[in-house]
């Protein structure tokens, strides 16, 4: 078996840690591309959310390089990502691709079907005691693939040089790639934190801080969404993505559940006390908990015509006027164009400056 599967942050270098333990042969898909989205696009659906088109490139591109087998999770709920993989092994069969399509659905939908999802994922012998240990590798590698990629945005607007600390994480991630045990993991995550805390900072005053939201594959996915992350800490912005990968895998399993995501749920209920799909609601709570952290805006990515997050973009504008809170809402798809999106987020913290600096002048017209 050779197996593929979609690009979604840094899944694939935990992935590449986990199936070679399992004895499973993966090809991860080329890094995603102008080619990449061309593929998905002509060949999905005209209305069909953006991701489906991106992933379904990369699946067609794993198979061009002799992938036999798709692995695709599932969704729930209104959310059309639950229809993802339907559509996508329906287009590969059309186009006469002789592949295996091995889909995991959530275990609502039949413990048996999960089983036996899992059964062939984790190379057709499932022992719980060899899948509990490459997991939990696996597991921990990702997590630390975020807490990297959370520190690239934290201080890229603090250390005075940004080239140090875009290095220092790249070959952290690079290294983590060869990691075959948890002795590994630990020797290179304690050294990637020494040489993170060792780049020089720069004095400045408090700055601008922004937070995001949205839709779990777009928020997450730098080469979709135009590396916002970069951008925004170039512009001496802090940056702080409530959407997680790790915390979205850990609400879809069953038995588990990721505590984030209910404080989340729990501070949108003024707002919305249902689940809308997605991650409609994750969107609305999180920016009502960025309010009362005390940012200074939110920018909202999603893909265009994403049902949950639309309902939620209403309900956003309502949180924003409530807690003073500017909002910037941005769809994607294979539309949109990187120079009309730099063109907005300057705007928008051009915005964010012009109201911290209006906010100090009144506060001190109000001392004098």
């Given at each position: 078996m050779k197996a593929t599967f979609p690009h979604l942050a840094h899944l694939?270098?935990?992935?590449?840690?986990?199936?070679?333990?399992?004895?499973?042969?993966?090809?991860?898909?080329?890094?995603i591309s102008k080619k990449t989205i061309e593929i998905g696009v002509k060949l999905a659906p005209q209305n069909a959310c953006f991701p489906l088109k991106v992933t379904l490139g990369n699946f067609l591109e794993g198979i061009e390089m002799g992938a036999d087998t798709v692995f695709m999770a599932g969704g729930v709920g209104p959310c059309r990502f639950g229809y993802y993989g339907q559509v996508q092994k329906l287009i590969i069969e059309d186009m006469g691709y002789d592949?295996?399509?091995?889909?995991?659905?959530?275990?609502?939908?039949?413990?048996?079907?999960?089983?036996?999802a899992i059964k062939i994922m984790m190379g057709g012998r499932f022992s719980l005691v060899r899948a509990k240990r490459a997991a939990t590798l696996a597991w921990q590698?990702?997590?630390?693939?975020?807490?990297?990629?959370?520190?690239?945005?934290?201080?890229r607007c603090q250390v005075e040089d940004t080239h140090t600390l875009d290095t220092t994480i790249d070959r952290t991630l690079e290294q983590l790639r060869s990691v075959d045990h948890m002795g590994k993991l630990v020797r290179i995550r304690d050294q990637a934190r020494e040489a993170l805390r060792e780049i020089p900072r720069q004095k400045q005053e408090r700055m601008i801080r922004v937070g995001i939201v949205g839709e779990v594959y777009i928020a997450q996915e730098k080469r979709i969404?135009?590396?916002?992350?970069?951008?925004?800490?170039?512009?001496?912005v802090y940056v702080d993505n409530s959407v997680s990968t790790v915390e979205y895998i850990l609400h879809t399993l069953p038995f588990v559940r990721s505590q984030e995501k209910l404080e989340a749920w729990?501070?949108?209920?003024?707002?919305?006390?249902?689940?809308?799909g997605g991650e409609g609601?994750?969107?609305?709570?999180?920016?009502?908990?960025?309010?009362?952290?005390?940012?200074?805006?939110?920018?909202?990515?999603?893909?265009?015509?994403?049902?949950?997050?639309?309902?939620?973009k209403g309900i956003m504008n309502q949180v924003g006027k409530d807690h003073d809170l500017p909002i910037l809402h941005l769809a994607i798809d294979e539309h949109a164009g990187e120079a009309g999106l730099v063109t907005r987020v300057e705007a928008f913290v051009d915005v964010l400056e012009?109201?911290?600096?209006?906010?100090?002048?009144?506060l001190e017209a109000v001392g004098r």
């Open positions: 694939d270098i935990a992935l590449g840690v986990l199936y070679p333990t399992l004895g499973v042969e993966i090809i991860p898909p080329p890094a592949v295996r399509f091995v889909l995991l659905d959530h275990p609502r939908y039949g413990w048996k079907q999960f089983l036996d590698i990702l997590r630390f693939t975020e807490e990297l990629e959370n520190s690239r945005r934290s201080l969404n135009f590396n916002i992350d970069r951008l925004l800490g170039d512009l001496g729990k501070l949108a209920k003024p707002y919305l006390n249902r689940f809308v609601i994750d969107s609305v709570g999180s920016t009502v908990r960025y309010a009362q952290w005390g940012f200074d805006g939110v920018i909202h990515l999603y893909p265009f015509t994403c049902m949950p997050e639309v309902v939620a012009r109201r911290r600096k209006m906010g100090r002048k009144t």
